[in-house]
């Protein structure tokens, strides 16, 4: 985390129910960053197989897309739209990559997404809507150190 101190959370698992295959985290920085980038490790568990990062620059009251991420470009172009497949053009653009995504390596995956050094790359808080899980079948759950 910011403060330098690690932490982590772990959600249920998806023996309890499905409705944990869809989950949210918020994360409060505390103030304002300039964000060069985000690095997120999986412990007992897989990458997501679909995901979005977004941020807020306004304390958390709104948040807008960073990045999208799922598992394959077919996955990309039916969740978020062909046009995530585009090439960065401006500095807001949002696109949708699938090096992230999946269930290899099964456990401490390593997810780091580096921003351009951009002022317009600011954010106060950080919210990962993590779509789908990826796993092979098993009964498995979300952990995740920050």
Request: aromatic share 16%; with cysteine.
């Amino acid at each position: 985390m910011v403060d330098g101190r690690a932490s982590w959370w772990q959600s249920p698992p998806l023996s309890r129910g499905m409705q944990y295959n869809q989950v949210n985290i918020s994360i409060d920085l505390g103030q304002e960053f300039h964000v060069a980038y985000v690095w997120i490790q999986m412990a007992n568990s897989p990458r997501p197989g679909s995901w979005v990062l977004e941020r807020s620059a306004d304390g958390g009251k709104s948040y807008i897309p960073w990045q999208y991420f799922a598992e394959t470009p077919a996955e990309c172009d039916r969740l978020f739209g062909r046009h995530t497949l585009q090439p960065i053009l401006e500095d807001d653009t949002v696109i949708c990559t699938h090096e992230f995504s999946g269930i290899h390596p099964m456990e401490n995956a390593e997810v780091k997404i580096f921003f351009h050094d951009n002022p317009k790359f600011q954010c106060s808080h950080l919210y990962f809507f993590f779509l789908t899980l990826g796993t092979n079948g098993s009964d498995g759950d979300w952990t995740l150190w920050t």
